[in-house]
């Protein structure tokens, strides 16, 4: 891969700019549901500002849904419910009163499968949140957009083609796209379940390497099966089994030294 | 084996369809022969209509067709997508099932009980209830001009939105439903609203659908033919206003093919033919839109 390095500097500087603050994320005691189906049981974890935190987890374990309870995407889904509180700077997003579009504006969240908008350019798509959040100005936009695709390691590819479908690129960069629209409403935390989960081995390669450049200025929540994948990537790793958070630890702890024997025996793939 | 004999079976009953719509417009075409001889294209621009004098033009037919149309799609679509939208992304489960469900019946009417109830309802409420406000407000533009009668073009555009409108409910609904989750949380996670959500991700992922739908009440509103008899007047002429009575082509044929002979019958099949490539174009387009949006806006790579 050419001058990685220079491309990572670069990386920084932009989203060091769109990025003006990372939050801390607290949850207490988190319950979701299903209509009935107890999903989440009581999960307490900090998530520190600036840092990669992967989720891990055998599936169906509840790893999306916890991520989708920071962002307060899980009550939009019909029968879905939840409890507890999740602190954002200390401040809960759940408390009454509080603007669940507003919680949305500063969690971006990065999908599964790359989900760019069909009908819209490159362009568009990487402007989309700011026209949501009424900008007009042609100038703020260029440079928001150029900003957030330098910032999403996709400038170089597709800075001679912004007014192409944003469909027409490959899967990985696809996903960089979707990266950069969420990169450009300056979230304070970015969650990203699976993101590489529909991308070749290069293509995962360099949605990695974006989540460590990018965690210089964001909080970066990522779930992730694959443990290599958590292991590259992450500086705190967490283990939900069956709704439960089982250990939460430094990254380097929970993959060498885990405390909880449910822990060691997911990692070295006894289950799961 | 058996699923070449299923699939010979099929193509030949698809080319059944297409040798029967070909031999209807050849038909068409022999029995509106002698009128296409004697009026030519000019048929199209001449408002005249003597069954006497053997001097026939389809103009205020064709105006009528268009505008009654016009009037019924400016009613229907925006109540139609309105009401789509609520079901598709408002409606709780529950609601969804019996509002399509009565959608359905609607559609389900017969054309001459919508004429009925036209005559018996609509036309005197269009009269005393729909016309004087209209005219106190409105009634300085040339299209609210004259007195209203209660039948007319107005009444025939409000029967046909009524007609048509289920169409649009339906198949707008129904591609909007088709529209993937992952748009629709694509939106939501950039800090979209509901309303936003459908603006920016739901109505353009599923927009050839909804013009295809809408194509598809344009054709069912050009060729219906018993309601708009019952309540447009039924007289061939063209006016600005609303109010005045006017004529359909498809309403002239069913009045008058019964006594027509000769070159009045030519004449009349002649309209008809009009009438048939123009609403055969307008619902081809419709179901490639259609069976468009049900594959997405095209260029999805996985
Ligand atoms: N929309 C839904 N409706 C009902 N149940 C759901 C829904 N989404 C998820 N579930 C259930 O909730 C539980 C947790 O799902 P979740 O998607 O959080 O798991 P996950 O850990 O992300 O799994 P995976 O690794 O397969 O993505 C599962 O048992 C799943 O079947
Ligand atoms: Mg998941």
Redesign the pocket.
């Known amino acids: 891969m050419p001058d990685t390095t220079q491309a990572g500097v670069a990386v920084t500087a932009d989203a060091a700019v769109l990025i003006d603050h990372a939050a801390g994320i607290e949850a207490q005691d988190v319950h979701a549901w299903?209509?009935r189906?107890h999903?989440l049981r009581g999960v307490f974890m900090t998530i520190a500002p600036r840092r990669v935190t992967a989720i891990i987890?055998?599936?169906?374990?509840?790893?999306?849904?916890?991520l989708?309870c920071l962002n307060r995407m899980h009550e939009l889904?019909p029968?879905?419910r939840s409890s507890g509180r999740v602190l954002m700077d200390g401040d809960d997003i759940y408390a009454p009163g509080v603007d669940p579009v507003q919680v949305r504006r500063r969690v971006g969240m990065v999908f599964?499968k790359p989900n760019p908008f069909p009908t819209m350019s490159i362009y568009d798509n990487a402007a989309a949140g700011l026209r949501l959040a009424g900008e007009r100005d042609r100038r703020v936009l260029d440079e928001t957009v150029e900003r957030s695709l330098r910032a999403a390691a996709l400038w170089d590819e597709v800075k001679d083609r912004l007014g192409r479908p944003g469909t027409s690129l490959s899967g990985g960069q696809q996903q960089r796209l979707c990266i950069a629209r969420a990169l450009a409403v300056s979230p304070e935390v970015l969650l990203m379940?699976?993101p590489a989960s529909a991308l070749d081995p290069a293509a995962t390669l360099r949605i990695e390497e974006l989540a460590r450049e990018l965690a210089r200025q964001l909080t970066i929540v990522i779930?992730t099966?694959n443990m290599q994948q958590a292991a590259r990537v992450s500086d705190v790793t967490g283990f939900?089994l069956d709704?439960e958070l089982v250990e939460v630890g430094t990254t380097d702890q929970i993959f060498t030294r885990p405390r909880d024997r449910r822990t060691e025996d997911y990692i070295t793939g006894r289950f799961g | 084996m058996g699923d070449r004999l299923f699939a010979h079976l099929l193509a030949a009953m698809a080319g059944g369809v297409l040798v029967i719509t070909a031999a209807m417009l050849a038909a068409l075409t022999v029995g509106a022969w002698p009128a296409i001889r004697k009026f030519g294209p000019a048929f199209f621009a001449s408002s005249a209509w003597d069954p006497v004098a053997g001097d026939f033009g389809a103009l205020p037919f064709i105006y009528g067709t268009l505008v009654s149309s016009a009037v019924a799609l400016g009613l229907a679509v925006p109540l139609g997508l309105g009401v789509a939208i609520f079901l598709s992304e408002l409606a709780p489960g529950w609601l969804r099932r019996p509002v399509g469900f009565l959608v359905e019946l609607l559609a389900a009417i017969p054309s001459v009980v919508y004429g009925l109830w036209g005559i018996f309802v609509l036309v005197p409420w269009v009269r005393a209830t729909l016309s004087p406000p209209l005219k106190a407000t409105l009634g300085f533009l040339p299209l609210f001009e004259g007195p209203p009668l209660g039948i007319g073009m107005l009444t025939a555009g409000l029967i046909l939105a009524i007609m048509v409108v289920p169409f649009i409910i339906a198949v707008s609904t129904e591609v909007m439903r088709a529209v993937p989750t992952s748009q629709r949380e694509a939106a939501l996670s950039l800090g979209a609203t509901v309303w936003e959500t459908t603006r920016a991700a739901v109505i353009p992922y599923a927009r050839s659908g909804i013009v295809g739908a809408i194509f598809l009440a344009l054709a069912r509103a050009l060729g219906e033919t018993m309601a708009v008899t019952m309540v447009v007047g039924n007289v061939p002429q063209i006016r600005a206003s609303l109010f005045a009575p006017a004529y359909t082509i498809s309403a002239v044929i069913a009045n008058e093919f019964a006594e027509a002979t000769d070159v009045h019958l030519a004449a009349l099949i002649y309209a008809g033919l009009v009438l048939f490539l123009v609403t055969l174009t307008v619902n081809i387009l419709a179901r490639l839109l259609v069976a468009r949006a049900g594959r997405g806006p095209g260029l999805i790579r996985e």
């Open positions: 299903f209509d189906l999903v987890g055998p599936s169906g374990c509840g790893k999306s849904t916890f989708r889904v029968g879905a599964q379940d699976e779930v099966h939900i709704g």
